[in-house]
């Protein structure tokens, strides 16, 4: 979001990747920086204690903005935050001979405890006055500690609730399901039965490697199943306009969307797209078709591949070793 101030900011954009992270001087495989989703995901090195997380980022700025005299001192900075600790990191990025800006900030345990948002601020000198923020990155990662699925956390809710006995009847029928996905409020809640045996215990588990893995193929399923709902409940809730043209909704509708029409309807821009999948469903003429391609989509958002390849292997292992 911008905000107006009364002083000359930047019109092009900052933005900004996670090249490398490290825990306590361990390098993260790759696979934990996600690029598409921007989560740096330190929940999965499943190391119970650690010190510090360390972040390489490199930076883009609008050059030839900043070749201009409307600025001077100007420092490009990365700025770690959580609300639920009120932490604040800050640390200055340094100019490549390429034109880009690098530099690495440090998450320190003891000072963070769920889930932090990293950000890049442009600040230089206006009319005098120092230290004045005159561009921000708009696409923030999330550097996340805890969470179950690889989603962002905050688009999501998480509520464990026993289906049967609990204080929500509306979950009673239900009472025999492991989880269940609702798409109708403000935000995605992911309910868990606590009352289904086991299930948030293999969750919040952190044993053997069989252990892992089949936690790890737990977490993919209930993220396949709550990207499909969300998939489905953004569709249906597209608004027109007076010629019948779908319009991107906001919020989390609006990620939903964009991340996974690329795996639904590939190879065309991200505004036909959304025309298609708006018509297909509209007019019941290959919808039932595109049901494959969104649950390709929502398998690969949740990384079932991954975490499945992961369990056959840990039970290969142990096959050998128990023969």
């Not at 690029?35 to 390489?56: K, M, P, S």
């Not at 900030?105 to 442009?122: C, F, G, K, M």
Request: hydrophobic share 40%.
């Amino acid at each position: 979001m911008r905000i107006l101030v009364p002083y000359s900011t930047l019109v092009g954009e900052v933005t900004f990747k996670v090249t490398a992270a490290k825990l306590d001087g361990r390098e993260l495989p790759l696979e934990m920086i996600s690029q598409q989703e921007r989560v740096v995901a330190v929940h999965q090195a499943e190391r119970r204690t650690w010190d510090e997380a360390r972040l390489e980022l490199r930076a883009e700025l609008p050059d030839s903005e900043l070749a201009s005299d409307r600025w001077t001192d100007v420092t490009c900075v990365a700025v770690l935050t959580e609300g639920v600790t009120n932490s604040r990191t800050v640390t200055r990025l340094h100019r490549s001979s390429a034109g880009d800006w690098n530099g690495s900030i440090t998450l320190a345990r003891d000072s963070y405890r769920n889930r932090a948002e990293l950000s890049v601020n442009v600040v230089a000198t206006v009319d005098g006055v120092a230290g004045r923020v005159i561009g921000s990155s708009e696409d923030d990662w999330i550097v996340d500690l805890v969470a179950r699925t690889p989603v962002r956390q905050r688009e999501i809710n998480f509520n464990e609730v026993d289906f049967r006995d609990g204080e929500e009847d509306w979950l009673r029928p239900f009472k025999d399901a492991p989880w269940l996905v609702e798409t109708s409020g403000d935000m995605p809640t992911v309910h868990l039965n606590t009352g289904f045996e086991g299930v948030v215990e293999l969750l919040d588990s952190n044993g053997s490697p069989l252990e892992k893995a089949v936690r790890g193929v737990l977490a993919a399923q209930i993220a396949t199943d709550t990207w499909t709902a969300m998939f489905h409940a953004a569709v249906s809730d597209l608004e027109t306009d007076e010629d019948g043209t779908p319009q991107w909704p906001s919020g989390w509708r609006d990620s939903v969307l964009r991340g996974m029409l690329p795996d639904v309807l590939p190879d065309v821009s991200a505004a036909d797209a959304l025309w298609d999948i708006h018509a297909r469903r509209a007019e019941s003429v290959g919808w039932s078709e595109l049901q494959s391609r969104i649950q390709y989509a929502a398998s690969r958002r949740a990384r079932v591949a991954r975490n499945l390849g992961t369990a056959i292997r840990v039970l290969d292992r142990s096959d050998e070793r128990a023969s």
